[in-house]
Nanobody
Framework: QVQLVESGGGLVQAGGSLRLSCAASGRTLSRNAMGWFRQAPGKEREFVAAINWSNGNTYYAEPVKGRFTISRDNAKNTLYLQMNSLKPEDTAVYYC????????????????????WGQGTQVTVSS
């Protein structure tokens, strides 16, 4: 059973930075595509970033391009999201997700392509 646990959220002022981590347990996820999604109060869950397992390609939602960086450390079985130049509109619960072993989502931004989800970590950006 794969388990994902996010950490690193918190309260930060606009313009600040945070690094989220997603620790996986149960088995190695080196061959799983992984992603970050977020959900703000009253809004639907939205795509933030994703990373492929086969070639390391990364994908970003337009609002976070140039500010957020997704990365993974397969030795630590951990996914990261470095968030810089944070804005109040980045306030949300952030979730990490993993696709099935060996599966490469044709649409990395589609949450239906991911099978395993963490419980989320709150990020609050004050103005």
């Amino acid at each position: 059973q794969v388990q994902l646990v996010e950490s690193g959220g918190g309260l930060v002022q606009a313009g600040g930075s945070l690094r989220l981590s997603c620790a996986a347990s149960g088995r190695t996820l080196s061959r799983n595509a992984m992603g970050w999604f977020r959900q703000a109060p009253g809004k639907e869950r939205e795509f933030v970033a994703a990373i492929n397992w086969s070639n390391g390609n990364t994908y970003y939602a337009e609002p976070v391009k140039g500010r957020f960086t997704i990365s993974r450390d397969n030795a630590k079985n951990t996914l990261y999201l470095q968030m810089n130049s944070l804005k109040p509109e980045d306030t949300a619960v952030y979730y990490c997700a993993a696709a099935l072993l060996g599966f490469i989502p044709t649409r990395p931004a589609d949450p239906r392509g991911y099978t395993y989800w963490g419980q989320g970590t709150q990020v609050t950006v004050s103005s």
